[in-house]
């Protein structure tokens, strides 16, 4: 069963789609057909297979061939898309081999953890006549964390334990609290609270239960542990576009029943290449008393924007303005982010601006040669000139992403700069990590 994670919705660089490519005929044995010497090329195989699960993020793709294709063909005639949507993925360039017949894609970037691509090819001839390549899905490594921990005066003070399911998605996620000797990893460590994670029948992630109590068994991680809460998660064609949190059992006080209380709702809309382009979050129920219809009260509106192939635009509305409408011109502008990406479609940079346009902070992140995120490093104060975006500006936080040779993420760390407010010195401190990524799925 395949499944897409909900940590997984990802923006990027689009273009539109080419058409579904039929699949391979089957046509038996008939005597009619061109004999051997005279059949048409067809595809052979391809790498990663076809349905591929744990596929490396900066994996080449090839695609072999029965015979010789007219190498000039190969040009644009291989696309790569995310999350079974339209959301491209750069080919930087395509060799062909006539020893192998085989041609082999090196992709612009790498690709994305625990995400499924979808290969589309069309106007590959041989000999001037169509070849029938037929669309294939591959799922890149899912690499999860299975131990989070945070950390003051140089000791682990919080801790998050995860246990993962077969296929290496998360199937508990479980905070613990120090006990009487103030630190975490002991024998004293005693369970604060947990969620369980859910997936319908297509893989798709479907919500969690997080759960604040033992129950009347008064033994943890047990079917009769207290709710205190549970998010569900709705799919349309282009991805996730329907969120519910419920944060009460109703009148009946009955969990998981039509009465239950919702904290809060939320749609999500999709342009024509499937990019997020509105998120409303509900908080009020108008009189009808039903979510998702036209009386619903928003909290805040987030409406995203691409107006280059390497930049997207984020404005939060936390108001409906003078008029008291939502969704007109004079809603409150609570806050606008800009992200930056490179002419790969790697993201280098952001910064989060006030209502007014003024910036608040940035980030910019280091890329390998590879294109993997080695470091995040955040920008709270413009520094001595006052003016943000120049060379002095001050880090306050930074992230750093480490990899094996196979390129799995192994740690990922976060540090507080110290009272130097130099990167990379001795009084750095590190605020919280998370360990353990799964190696092998």
């Not at 539109?16 to 059949?39: H, I, L, M, N, R």
């Not at 606008?336 to 490179?342: I, P, Q």
């Not at 880090?395 to 993420?409: F, G, L, S």
Request: charged letters at 25%; glycine letters at 10%; one cysteine or more.
């Amino acid at each position: 069963m395949m499944r897409r994670a909900l940590f997984a919705m990802l923006l990027g660089a689009a273009t539109p789609a080419c058409g579904e490519v039929a699949p391979f005929s089957d046509a038996g044995d008939d005597d009619s057909g061109p004999d051997a010497a005279t059949a048409a090329v067809a595809l052979e195989s391809t790498g990663p297979a076809a349905d591929a699960v744990g596929v490396d993020v900066l994996t080449e793709l090839t695609l072999t061939f029965t015979g010789a294709v007219d190498e000039a063909s190969l040009d644009g005639a291989v696309a790569v898309y995310e999350r079974s949507s339209r959301r491209r993925v750069p080919v930087a360039d395509v060799t062909w081999d006539a020893t192998t017949r085989t041609a082999t894609l090196q992709l612009a970037r790498p690709l994305y953890y625990q995400t499924q691509y979808r290969v589309e090819t069309t106007g590959v001839t041989a000999g001037g006549d169509a070849v029938d390549v037929p669309t294939f899905r591959f799922r890149t490594y899912i690499n999860q964390y299975q131990r989070g921990r945070g950390y003051a005066d140089g000791r682990a003070t919080s801790r998050a334990d995860g246990v993962l399911d077969a296929e290496g998605f998360f199937d508990q996620w479980v905070y613990y609290a120090a006990g009487s000797d103030g630190v975490v990893d002991t024998a004293d460590d005693a369970i604060s609270y947990w969620y369980d994670y859910s997936y319908q029948a297509d893989g798709s992630y479907t919500g969690s239960v997080n759960h604040t109590g033992t129950g009347p068994d008064e033994v943890w991680l047990t079917a009769d542990d207290t709710i205190g809460g549970y998010s569900a998660y709705e799919y349309g064609d282009a991805g996730q576009h329907r969120v519910r949190q419920y944060n009460g059992p109703g009148p009946d006080d009955q969990w998981r029943t039509a009465d239950d209380t919702l904290a809060y709702w939320q749609s999500l809309t999709y342009d024509d290449q499937d990019r997020i382009v509105r998120l409303i979050s509900y908080t009020g129920l108008g009189p009808d008393r039903e979510p998702y219809t036209a009386d619903d009260v928003p909290s805040f509106v987030n409406d995203t924007s691409y107006p280059s192939a390497t930049t997207i635009e984020q404005i939060n509305y936390s108001g409906p303005g003078a008029d008291a409408t939502w969704l007109t011109g004079d809603d409150v502008i609570g806050y606008r982010s800009v992200s930056t990406l490179d002419a790969a479609g790697n993201y280098i940079a952001w910064r989060s601006l006030d209502g007014s346009g003024a910036i608040q902070q940035h980030q910019l992140y280091t890329l390998d040669d590879a294109g993997l995120v080695t470091r995040v490093r955040r920008f709270t104060d413009p520094g001595p000139d006052q003016t943000w975006l120049t060379s002095d500006d001050v880090a306050t936080q930074y992230y750093d992403y480490d990899y094996d040779a196979a390129h799995r993420r192994t740690q990922t760390l976060t540090f507080d700069v110290g009272s130097d407010g130099q990167l990379d010195t001795a009084d750095d401190v590190r605020t919280y990590a998370l360990l353990d990524y799964d190696p092998v799925r």
